[in-house]
């Protein structure tokens, strides 16, 4: 134990101390990213992990921010993403209810707010806009319910269907609300289209801080809350029923369980997670408009939760990390180092790098980078990289013994009839 | 309302929407087929049809840089490119299920769509990939080949291209040969008798995974073949245009009844006049209020509603629960 307490504190000062010393370094802050894992894997006491913890998050992460602006805004990412993973997780991982439309909730979240909080309320109802910055908090609130309202109507309808049908609706749903957005600036001009909406209102700033800052603890703060009701969530009776829902929905049925009820309770409980970030989003990026909700961002948070593990927290909050940080700098260091060197003209053997064709950004890839995700999860370890404990022990790797891990086949039926 | 209007377009959008109907109903096929031996959504299918436009625009491309392009006789060339883009295309098929989804073969229903929702993305971005590194581009347009070009003008309101006739012409032929296929020969009784009963059919003496293969292959050489005509009818291609048009033609296997031949060829026609329809008149009607951009809408609303309302799709087959 005090070996391993020693590692973990060691890893998480040594590593930094490389950020601090190569501040430019992505490997660096790699370094220091991989210490946080590191910190929730060793066996030490609860106190000195959340110890290590809140002084990593609350205190060096802010310290590398005012070193280097851009790991601040791959922390704020990466916070936005894990709650959007942790809210997937919940429809997908422990309800087995695939949902891959999950952006639209997200969508919602932000235009609720974006309309008010930009002189876009004017156009749609007349004078009084933008709010001021504080009604941001009452927005959240509001995002949250919209979501959440928007869920359940999307789920009252849709959430007898089968499994596979259910995806398809899902995804047909996203890519409605994505059209809505960018074709409803007539006949009443309520999305403002493709050009999006801006300047969208932030919360009033505290003066000891700066608004980079201030949204990464605003994120930091949603996230832990919704780590907090995920957990409770998964070990109440909600939760179980859930999980009963996905093992098997006719014994589910059969054991007393409200089958429409519990179904519709995720799928809101998933939305609004995603609706109180999308408020939060809106307000960070100042601008939104419809490219930031396509089908991509879906599959983006459905490989952050497959990866980690469905229905594991720390598996969605690992995998939201891994694949954001994937995306923002792994691929987008190896796109500005190709160019560099494209640039330079350099010789690997024997081919001038500077022919290499331009059309070529690995950052642009962020597809591929998401297929081979799921590909290989759904093949070689369906229960993720950090899995649920139970499932460990199920070991469902071979055959039938563990059970199915969504949508049993024989289930199926229980719904739609 | 201009009601003179409403009808003098009608024969011009009704060609719009057969031409697109049998586009969809193409790639349909695909879907449906698969559907109907393993029960599950090939999410990859509309990559699969991207890629028969990409070989279909490379051979064009390559003759062209041979200057021998406008020296061949058009049938030639077209038959040439469709068996091109339906051969990459049918391999490829079968390349997918060996890999990615044959390991997943009896694990819950969800995996297997997830992985081929992976498949799809993948492939999506090799495709980008390679021909970026090939071409420096992957907005791709489609040579033209003059004789296509040429136009009919049957009234004052509707004239007719060959390449229109060309299209429909060609999807005809080819649900005709897997028509003939499917239900005169033994190899299309062992399909079907796969998509009936795999155990059963085992029993037979069929070889259920060559059959299995062999569907992919089938439905994944019409892909290619929409794919193709997709490129002579429409021109621009790019790595991503697969999605929207797979989106749709998986609405119209469901339309038609998914795991139901005929019904994916009615689904597809019934969506394609829909679509035409929608796209033409709803902007008319509302006086530009609502216009041909919520045709995406329309279809995926169809899909929802058909699913709530009538799962079995307008002809009814029954589908099974593995149970």
Not at chain 1, 78 to 91: D, K, P, S, Y
Not at chain 1, 257 to 269: D, E, G, Q
Not at chain 1, 321 to 329: E, Y
Request: aromatic share 10%; proline share 5%.
């Amino acid at each position: 134990v005090i070996a391993q307490a020693a590692l973990a504190i060691v890893g998480v000062a040594a590593s930094t101390w490389t950020v601090w010393a190569f501040p430019r370094s992505i490997l660096a802050f790699l370094l220091f990213q991989a210490s946080l894992l590191v910190v929730y894997l060793v066996r030490v006491p609860r106190w000195l992990r959340v110890a290590l913890g809140v002084l990593a998050l609350g205190f060096i992460m802010p310290g590398i921010g005012t070193v280097n602006g851009y790991y601040l805004e791959v922390a704020t990412q990466v916070g936005i993403f894990v709650a959007l993973a942790l809210g997937l997780n919940i429809v997908v991982g422990l309800a087995g209810l695939l949902d891959l439309g999950y952006v639209a909730f997200f969508a919602v979240g932000a235009y609720s707010w974006a309309i008010f909080g930009s002189p876009q309320g004017n156009v749609v109802f007349g004078g009084g806009f933008p709010l001021a910055g504080w009604w941001f908090f009452v927005f959240l609130v509001v995002g949250l319910l919209v979501a959440a309202g928007t869920g359940v109507l999307l789920g009252l309808p849709v959430l007898r269907l089968r499994g596979d049908y259910l995806a398809i609706v899902t995804l047909g749903f996203g890519e409605v609300i994505r059209v809505l957005a960018n074709n409803l600036d007539k006949p009443i001009n309520l999305t403002n289209g493709p050009k999006g909406i801006t300047p969208i209102a932030r919360p009033p700033l505290p003066e000891f801080l700066s608004y980079p800052l201030y949204l990464y603890f605003l994120v930091l703060a949603i996230v832990v809350v919704v780590i907090l009701v995920n957990r409770r969530l998964e070990a109440s009776h909600i939760g179980r029923a859930w999980e009963a829902i996905r093992e098997d929905e006719l014994a589910a049925q059969a054991m007393g369980v409200p089958l429409v009820r519990l179904k519709l309770l995720a799928f809101a409980c998933g939305a609004s997670f995603a609706g109180v970030m999308g408020v939060l989003f809106a307000a960070k990026q100042v601008f939104i408009n419809p490219e930031s909700f396509t089908f991509l961002e879906s599959i983006g948070v459905l490989a952050m939760v497959i990866l980690g593990g469905m229905g594991s927290i720390p598996g969605a909050i690992m995998g939201a990390s891994v694949v954001t940080v994937l995306n923002l700098q792994v691929l987008k260091g190896l796109s500005l180092w190709l160019n560099e060197l494209r640039n330079a003209g350099t010789v690997i053997l024997g081919y001038n790098l500077a022919n290499l064709p331009t059309q070529l950004e690995p950052a642009k890839y962020e597809r591929m980078v998401f297929g081979v995700i799921l590909v290989l999860m759904m093949i070689f370890r369906p229960e993720g990289i950090l899995p649920v404990r139970r499932r460990q022990l199920e070991a469902f790797h071979d055959g039938d013994a563990g059970g199915p891990v969504l949508d049993a086949p024989g289930a199926a039926g229980g719904g739609a009839r | 309302v201009d009601v003179q209007l409403l009808i003098d377009i009608f024969p011009q959008v009704l060609l719009d929407g057969i031409i697109l109907g049998f586009m969809y109903a193409l790639i349909a096929l695909g879907y449906t087929m698969v559907y109907g031996v393993l029960e599950f959504i090939n999410f990859a299918h509309s990559e699969i049809f991207v890629v028969g436009a990409f070989v279909g625009v490379e051979i064009l491309l390559a003759l062209q840089a041979q200057g021998i392009l406008e020296g061949l006789p058009w049938p030639v060339v077209l038959v040439l490119v469709l068996a091109a883009g339906m051969a990459a295309s049918g391999g490829l098929a079968v390349l997918i299920e060996r890999t990615a989804y044959r390991p997943l073969r009896g694990a819950p229903r969800l995996i297997p769509l997830i992985s081929a929702i992976g498949v799809s993305f993948f492939l999506q971005d090799l495709i980008r990939l390679v021909e970026s590194l090939w071409r420096n581009a992957f907005n791709l347009v489609y040579p033209t080949i003059e004789p296509l070009n040429v136009r009919f003008e049957l009234t004052q309101t509707l004239d007719v291209s060959v390449k229109s006739l060309v299209v429909i012409v060609a999807a005809l032929l080819m649900l005709w040969a897997l028509h003939v296929l499917v239900n005169r020969t033994r190899i299309g009784k062992a399909i079907r008798a796969v998509a009936e009963d795999q155990a059963a059919a085992s029993l037979m003496g069929i070889n259920v995974n060559r059959m299995i293969s062999l569907t992919f292959l089938i439905g994944g050489a019409m892909g290619g073949a929409a794919g193709v005509l997709f490129g002579v009818q429409y021109g621009l291609i790019n790595p991503y245009t697969g999605f929207i048009p797979g989106l749709k033609a998986f609405t119209a296997a469901v339309l038609g009844g998914i795991g139901n031949m005929p019904g994916a060829m009615i689904g597809g026609l019934v969506l394609g006049l829909l679509e035409a329809f929608a796209a033409s008149y709803m902007s008319l009607l509302t006086h530009g209020a609502f216009g041909a951009e919520y045709k995406d809408i329309f279809a995926f609303s169809m899909l929802i509603l058909i699913l709530i309302f009538r799962p079995k799709g307008l002809l009814g087959e029954v589908v099974r629960e593995r149970a």
